[in-house]
């Protein structure tokens, strides 16, 4: 297993909380249905920039569960459960069970493996989120030896998600990773960001964030992670495995078949900011490039 991670960006790098919020309205004018994008590149170059009202930057985003509008979650999310919450771990684990995230919680902060502000940079932006490696979490269960795979899958309570009503896509929402991934040390659970909870249309109360990888691999809302031998079906993939594959690297080389995922816009700077070149990995390449090493990497998508 990879070493603990160590943070290199500092807090003046930190993009303000309500640009960071606001990123789902500029995602949603350059890529249509893309989902939110967690983390990203280690460039440091997040800028201070104006932020934008609150009412804009908490009425339109993603999250198709509670509707396919962009302002449906923020109409609907409020109503959300998230306390108590658990996480039924399962598969080939040593201690399957289902986990209290306020014991998980607990434990890591005994443990000091909590972080507080963990900033890492996603497209232009610098957010500090809350949480815990990934790694950590499979740890409590015990991963068994011939484990390849981990499989998540969002919360599906269509009481309280009015989007489950509407066939957009297969539910339960599902995602994967291949183990290396999944407990490489960049790969954290967030609970927080900005010292705050998560707010419910972000993924409250707990997600996954990966930076190096696009955001359809950041699941919202997680309630079940099993360990499989067997590559894991991931929604987007199920949805259009023609436009979005397993791994969902961040690849410049690879493009969209609607759009160009070479270059990337600054983050507050409006549509007709002029753009940059997006890094390979998200600029996490010295991290995570040998991961992937010998692989296709325009052929495994």
């Not at 434990?107 to 809350?130: D, G, H, L």
């Not at 659970?189 to 990888?213: C, E, F, H, S």
């Amino acid at each position: 297993m990879a070493g603990r991670w160590k943070n290199k960006l500092r807090e003046r790098d930190v993009t303000p909380e309500a640009i960071w919020l606001n990123r789902r309205a500029l995602l949603g004018g350059l890529a249509g249905a893309s989902v939110l994008a967690a983390v990203a590149p280690g460039r440091a170059q997040a800028e201070t920039l104006e932020p934008n009202r609150w009412e804009e930057i908490t009425a339109y985003n993603n999250f198709y569960e509670f509707g396919t509008a962009k302002d449906d979650p923020a109409k609907y999310a409020g109503q959300l459960t998230v306390k108590p919450w658990s996480i039924k771990i399962d598969g080939m684990v040593d201690n399957p069970g289902d986990y209290a995230l306020e014991d998980i919680l607990a434990k890591m902060v005994v443990e000091e493996r909590i972080y507080r502000f963990r900033c890492v940079e996603a497209w232009s932006m610098v957010i500090p989120w809350n949480g815990f490696e990934l790694a950590d979490l499979l740890a409590l269960a015990g991963v068994q030896s011939g484990a390849k795979y981990v499989a998540f899958e969002t919360l599906q309570r269509p009481e309280e998600m009015p989007g489950l009503r509407y066939p957009v896509l297969e539910w339960p929402y599902v995602e994967g990773l291949r183990l290396d991934e999944a407990v490489h040390p960049l790969t954290i659970m967030a609970t927080g960001i900005y010292g705050k909870d998560i707010p419910n249309q972000n993924g409250a109360p707990i997600r996954l964030v990966v930076p190096w990888k696009y955001g359809f691999k950041s699941i919202k809302s997680i309630v079940r992670i099993t360990l499989t031998d067997t590559q894991p079906p991931t929604s987007w993939n199920k949805s259009q495995p023609s436009e979005y594959g397993f791994y969902s690297n961040v690849n410049p080389q690879v493009d969209h078949p609607r759009w160009s995922q070479a270059y990337e816009r600054k983050v507050g700077q409006g549509l007709f900011a002029s753009k940059q070149e997006t890094l390979m990995f998200n600029g996490y390449s010295d991290d995570v490039a040998a991961l992937y090493a010998g692989m296709d990497l325009k052929a495994n998508f």
